[in-house]
């Protein structure tokens, strides 16, 4: 059975320590029958950013901004450069999220179940995760 392609993006700037979080987050989901693949764009980070990030999780594609994309600049960015990759669905996250094993493959399954979708997902805080903070709405 061919494996769903996933594209993960964000950009990111100057915020190594939550990018690295999250991607470490990110290598514990389950990723039963997908083909997951994760894009940053580092938008001139100075902190060492992209550096931690090569060499802690070499398979994630860095794309660099010269530190004026700001956050929908370089989501566009990162779209562009995910679209190449011809995958079937693309999630952009930011990279402060930190994320639940199962959350990926749960989203997926929502969006084949609801062809021509947008998925989105429950958002919780640390200090009160029985609340919800954030939910998208359902359009149709």
């Not at 979080?21 to 938008?43: A, E, K, N, P």
């Amino acid at each position: 059975m061919k494996k769903i392609r996933v594209e993960i993006v964000t950009t990111v700037h100057n915020r190594r320590e939550l990018t690295l979080q999250c991607l470490r987050s990110l290598r514990r989901i389950d990723r039963t029958g997908l083909d997951v693949h994760v894009i940053i764009v580092d938008d001139g980070s100075t902190d060492g950013t992209a550096e931690a990030v090569r060499a802690e999780f070499p398979a994630v594609e860095i794309v660099a901004g010269d530190g004026n994309l700001w956050y929908t600049g370089g989501i566009n960015r990162a779209l562009a450069a995910a679209l190449k990759h011809d995958p079937k669905y693309i999630l952009a996250i930011n990279d402060d999220e930190v994320f639940d094993e199962k959350f990926l493959r749960l989203m997926v399954e929502t969006a084949e179940k609801n062809p021509r979708s947008v998925v989105g997902a429950v958002l919780l805080l640390w200090d009160t995760p029985h609340r919800v903070f954030q939910v998208a709405p359902r359009w149709d």
